[in-house]
């Protein structure tokens, strides 16, 4: 609720303080004595475009300060806290600008942009005028009204609720789909390293047993090499068939020929004679013994070698092949896994869109016989308020899928057909300023619960109208009083005699320069005023006793008294 508005030197007001109760307050006053003027300070303070014009001409700038009381658990709490900005019981709003042009903003005297100003201007006041297009022009508004109005709070939040999973069911989806398609393309050349590593059989520590045995196989050819050529020193060589032995044998003959025989040398060649032949014998079996595998060497070398290149290919020790082919194998399990897990993923998300797509069923289903009660409510409101011809018709029109959304898969549309045989058409070209105005108010009188911003601000809402209709207006503005605060910028007096509070504003000569002033009226003041609307320009006694017979009638018991005019 408004409970304090603070102009300073805006356009003609130089200084005005008035404090708002709750219930219904009036503003009258003659054509051009600056009602306008009182909007345009309050909608600085919410937020509005800023227009260097508002400056009054002997001021170097203007503020606009709204002082708000909206209940504990009102939405705009929610939105200040978001920001870090505390709000106890009021809410400040404030707005000071420059000649220049040049507009700072506040919040609880905290600075804050004019974008956040215009959101919480937004949460606490809706005004709703002839010349600017009214809040229920907008479709999301008009969906969110028609559910409010008529459709149960768990559609909506199972709607909601089913569009979140779905969506996250989807994203997990599409995002196991693309790492798939990433994969996919590693899964041969893993199955072919994987088939090469398995087929190679690599052991833990081969290459080193593999090293070693070259190594000793190596050693054992050499040892076999060295043999033969020793025991082909003492084997017959050559044509002549000479070798040691045969040498020896022949020195013995020719020895034994002296006379007398030499003894000793031939004892000695007899001796070696044997030593030969033991040690041919000795190198014979020792041949047998350490001749050398060549398959067995070039099987481990060729082994080896293969390890040695595999390694090298993968930028491996060999001692690591066994560990790169169990590393390899997970991730082609993995991709395996990951397979079957975007096929999981993608029935996942067909459930979800199947479940989300039920919920949405229900509550268009909801929503459309939502939508069949609206219209039935709004035609016996709109016949009082001279739109008697008008036809109201809320229209429900299903989305493509990819527009489908949390508030389900149908665009609501409020639509006015102002005269019979017209095509229904959107609220905002459908009929004149005037009549768009009454529209609007049987509106809110039908959907008062639905959407409640705290304070409603209704200017001229009775232009072109008076007699009946104009009653009619503010008997209906008085209902809507009963659940909102509502400020009514009005001429007519049927309509101001319902108002708990009535303002008057006046234009003033003072000390040679015009300034609108804000005063309110209370007892005869109040009675004056209406029959100087009753009247116009000359107030006669019957327009007072007019006047004293309108107040009579809807007066409310009981007025909080609002203004304290500043000088």
């Not at 219930?23 to 009258?28: A, E, K």
């Not at 900005?85 to 709003?93: H, M, T, V, Y």
């Not at 489908?404 to 665009?411: I, K, M, V």
Request: aromatic share 2%; with cysteine.
């Amino acid at each position: 609720m408004l409970t304090a508005l603070s102009l300073r030197d805006v356009v003609l007001i130089d200084r005005q303080d008035i404090v708002f109760g709750p219930g219904l307050s009036v503003l009258t006053g003659e054509t051009g004595a600056g009602k306008s003027i009182l909007l345009d300070g309050l909608g600085l303070a919410l937020g509005a475009r800023a227009d260097a014009g508002l400056v009054a001409r002997h001021a170097a700038e203007a503020s606009a300060v709204a002082c708000f009381a909206p209940p504990s658990d009102h939405p705009v709490r929610a939105l200040l806290a978001e920001q870090g900005i505390g709000a106890e019981d009021e809410i400040l709003l404030r707005r000071v600008l420059s000649r220049d042009g040049r507009s700072r903003g506040f919040i609880n005297d905290q600075p804050v942009g004019v974008g956040l100003l215009r959101r919480v201007g937004a949460a606490l006041v809706e005004i709703q005028s002839q010349n600017a297009q009214i809040g229920l022009a907008d479709p999301p508004v008009q969906r969110a009204l028609l559910d409010a109005f008529g459709v149960d709070p768990e559609l909506t939040g199972a709607v909601s609720t089913a569009f979140s999973a779905w969506r996250t069911a989807a994203r997990a989806a599409e995002e196991a789909a693309l790492g798939r398609e990433r994969t996919e393309q590693n899964v041969q050349w893993l199955a072919h390293v994987i088939q090469e590593l398995d087929t190679l059989a690599p052991e833990p520590d081969e290459e080193e047993r593999l090293a070693i045995e070259r190594q000793r196989l190596q050693e054992g050819e050499r040892r076999a090499e060295a043999l033969a050529v020793a025991l082909a020193e003492l084997a017959t060589r050559g044509r002549s068939g000479s070798s040691p032995a045969a040498a020896v044998r022949a020195a013995i003959r020719a020895i034994s020929r002296l006379a007398p025989p030499a003894a000793e040398p031939v004892a000695a060649l007899e001796r070696a004679e044997e030593a030969l032949g033991e040690a041919e014998s000795l190198l014979a079996r020792l041949t047998e013994t350490e001749t050398g595998d060549p398959r067995r060497l070039e099987r481990a070398e060729t082994r080896l070698f293969a390890l040695r290149a595999v390694a090298r290919k993968h930028g491996v020790s060999v001692a690591e092949l066994p560990e790169l082919c169990a590393r390899l194998k997970s991730e082609l399990a993995a991709i395996q896994d990951e397979a079957a897990a975007a096929e999981a993923r993608a029935r996942d998300a067909t459930s979800a869109r199947e479940a989300y797509i039920e919920a949405a069923s229900r509550l268009a289903a909801a929503r459309a016989e939502a939508a069949r009660r609206l219209e039935t409510a709004l035609a016996s409101e709109l016949p009082p308020l001279r739109l008697e011809k008008a036809r109201f018709h809320c229209r429900l029109e299903t989305f493509v899928e990819r527009d489908w959304g949390p508030e389900g898969t149908e665009a609501v549309s409020f639509l006015l057909a102002a005269n019979p045989g017209q095509e229904p058409t959107p609220l905002a070209r459908a009929a004149s300023g005037g009549e768009l105005a009454r529209l609007m108010l049987a509106l809110k009188v039908v959907l008062i619960g639905a959407r409640n911003p705290g304070t409603l601000i209704f200017d001229e809402v009775d232009a072109g109208i008076g007699g009946a209709a104009a009653a009619a207006v503010g008997e209906r503005l008085a209902r809507i009083a009963e659940r909102v605060q509502v400020l009514v910028v009005t001429h007519s007096p049927q309509v101001a005699v319902h108002a708990r509070q009535h303002f008057r504003i006046t234009k003033e000569a003072l000390r040679g320069r015009t300034t609108t002033r804000v005063t309110e009226l209370d007892g005869s003041l109040r009675q004056e005023e209406i029959a100087r609307m009753l009247a116009g320009a000359t107030v006669t006694d019957a327009a007072r006793a007019a006047a004293a017979s309108l107040l009579a009638g809807p007066q409310p018991a009981s007025r909080r008294r609002g203004l304290r005019a500043g000088g």
